[in-house]
C-alpha cells in the first residue's frame, strides 16, 4: 500500500494527524506513507517514524491556484498512490488526489467533493466527537465501529537537538523548568490574560523554578507583559525559535502551561505534564492526548461558543471573557504542585 495523506495546515491538527498514521501502520504494516504538508511542518513529520515521505505543498493556507494543484498532482502520479486520505474538509484539499489519479480517493462529505472524492465518508458528529477519531476513522474501513481506537501522538526526543538548543541558548538547566505558552492563533477568546500568567510565573520562580515563555512572533505582546510583571525573570523564547527548536526546548521542561493551542498538543506529544486552559472551546473535541495532561475549563452556560472573540461583553466589560478570567491563577498553581 502507497497512501498519500493530505495533511493539515495547524500544528496541533497535524500532531493528531500522527494518531491516523499509527492506525494506517497497524492495518497496513508494510504501507508507506507519504504526507502533502505546508514546509514548516517537514521537522514534524520527520520525527514521526510511521511517515516515509513529506511533500511539501507550494501553497499557503487558503491559497487556490489551481494550475499548480494540476502541476503537483501530475507530479504525484509517478508515485503510484493506492489511496489518499484528505484531512481537512475543503474543496480544493481534494483537487491534488485527484489530479494525480489516485484510484481511491477518501474524505468527508462537503462543499461539493462528490466529484473529486470516490470515497466519500459521512461524518457523524454524534458518534465522532474527537478531532482525532475523525482522523483516524478516515483510515478505516467505512463499516468499522465508532468511535474509532486511537493511539497517542508521540514525539520521541532528540538528544542530539536538546544538545543543540542548549548550547544555542546558553542554558543552565535546574530540576524544574516550567514552560509558559500564552498565544493562540484562533484569537483572543482563547488565551488565558497575561497577567494571569505572570502570576503563575512569579509563583514558581520564587520557589527557584525557571520560567520560559514560548510561541511565536505574534504573542510578543503577551511575553512583554508577563515579563514586565515579573522584573524580567522569565527566559523569552518567544519569536526566537523554530518549530524544531521549540520542540527540543519544551522536552526539557517538567510541566507546561498553555491555552488550548498547537504548542498544547506538541507538549502533550512530548508526555510532559500539562495543563491544558480552555474557554470559546470545548476540551472534550481536541484535548492533549497524553495521560499527564490536566484540562481546565469552567463549563459556563455561555461556553463553548466557538468564536475567537467574545460574542456576549465588549472588551473592559467585568465579565469579558469570563470563561478564561474565572480560571484563577490560585486553581493553576495547585495542579502544578511543588
Known amino acids: 500500500m502507497r497512501i498519500l495523506v493530505v495533511g493539515p495546515s495547524w500544528v496541533g491538527d497535524m500532531v493528531m494527524a500522527q494518531s491516523l498514521f499509527m492506525s494506517l501502520k497497524k492495518s497496513f504494516p508494510d504501507c508507506l506513507i507519504h504526507v502533502l504538508a505546508p514546509v514548516w511542518s517537514l521537522p514534524l513529520l520527520e ?41 481537512p474538509n475543503s474543496w480544493k484539499s481534494a483537487l491534488i488526489p485527484f489530479f494525480a489519479n489516485i484510484p481511491q480517493r477518501t474524505g468527508y462529505r462537503g462543499e461539493c467533493r462528490w466529484v473529486l472524492l470516490n470515497d466519500i465518508r459521512r461524518l457523524d458528529k454524534n458518534a465522532i466527537t474527537m478531532t482525532v477519531q475523525r482522523f483516524v476513522a478516515l483510515g478505516l474501513p467505512e463499516n468499522a465501529p465508532q468511535p474509532p481506537y486511537y493511539q497517542q501522538p508521540s514525539l520521541p526526543n532528540n538528544k542530539t537537538g536538546q544538545e543543540k538548543v542548549i548550547q544555542k541558548f546558553g542554558l543552565t538547566l535546574t530540576d524544574k523548568v516550567l514552560v509558559l505558552c500564552p498565544g493562540a492563533e484562533y484569537g483572543p477568546s482563547k488565551r488565558w490574560p497575561a497577567d494571569y500568567f505572570a502570576k503563575v510565573a512569579q509563583a514558581k520562580i520564587q520557589q527557584g523554578w525557571q520560567v520560559w515563555l514560548m510561541g511565536s512572533e505574534k504573542d510578543k505582546e ?33 510541566t507546561i502551561v498553555a491555552n ?22 470545548p476540551p472534550e473535541f481536541a484535548p492533549p492526548l497524553c495521560n499527564k495532561a490536566q484540562t481546565v475549563t469552567l463549563n459556563l452556560p455561555c461556553s463553548p461558543c466557538r468564536q ?12 469579558h471573557t469570563q470563561c ?11 495542579l502544578i504542585g511543588n
Do not use: W
Not at 475567537?308 to 465579565?319: A, K, M, Q, T
Not at 478564561?324 to 495547585?334: A, K
Open 47 to 87: 520525527r514521526m517514524p510511521e511517515v516515509s515521505k513529506a511533500i511539501v505543498m507550494p501553497l499557503n493556507h487558503g491559497e487556490f491556484c489551481l494550475m499548480t494543484r494540476i502541476k503537483v498532482g501530475r507530479q504525484c502520479r509517478s508515485e503510484g498512490y493506492d489511496q489518499a486520505i484528505v484531512l
Open 222 to 254: 503577551s511575553a512583554v507583559a508577563i515579563n514586565s510583571l515579573t522584573n524580567q525573570q522569565c527566559r523569552d523564547f518567544i519569536g526566537q525559535t523554530s518549530l524544531t527548536e521549540a520542540v527540543d526546548l519544551m522536552s526539557l521542561a517538567n
Open 260 to 281: 488550548d493551542s498547537g504548542l498544547m498538543h506538541l507538549a502533550a506529544a512530548l508526555d510532559k505534564t500539562v495543563i491544558a486552559i480552555y474557554g470559546s472551546t
Open 308 to 319: 475567537r472573540i467574545c460574542p456576549l461583553y465588549p472588551v473592559g466589560h467585568p465579565e
Open 324 to 334: 478564561l478570567t474565572g480560571i484563577t491563577p490560585e486553581r493553576i498553581l495547585e
